[in-house]
């Protein structure tokens, strides 16, 4: 397996992934800001779509690994 081409579709997966956690690493800095201006609604907003973030991630390593396994 390790000469075979990186067909788009897997790169497509890898990608999502480092996006998703990428997205979940920057609400970090969302959620401290949001915080800091005592704006509960908006942290909570950012929490909300760090899980989100989170559960793509987690879905993109089970399908990647499914594929490379």
């Known amino acids: 397996m ?3 081409p990186i067909h788009d579709k897997d790169y497509n997966l890898v990608s999502v992934l480092y ?3 990428q997205g979940s ?3 970090t800095t ?3 800001d949001a915080e800091q201006a005592n704006d509960r ?3 909570e907003y950012f929490r909300e779509a760090q899980e989100q ?3 793509l ?3 993109a390593k089970k399908l990647l690994a ?3 396994g």
């Open 41 to 43: 609604e908006l942290a």
């Open 53 to 55: 973030y989170k559960r």
């Open 57 to 59: 991630a987690d879905q």
């Open 25 to 27: 690493e920057t609400t």
């Open 30 to 32: 969302y959620i401290r």
């Open 2 to 4: 390790a000469n075979e």
């Open 66 to 68: 499914q594929r490379i």
């Open 19 to 21: 996006h998703a956690l």
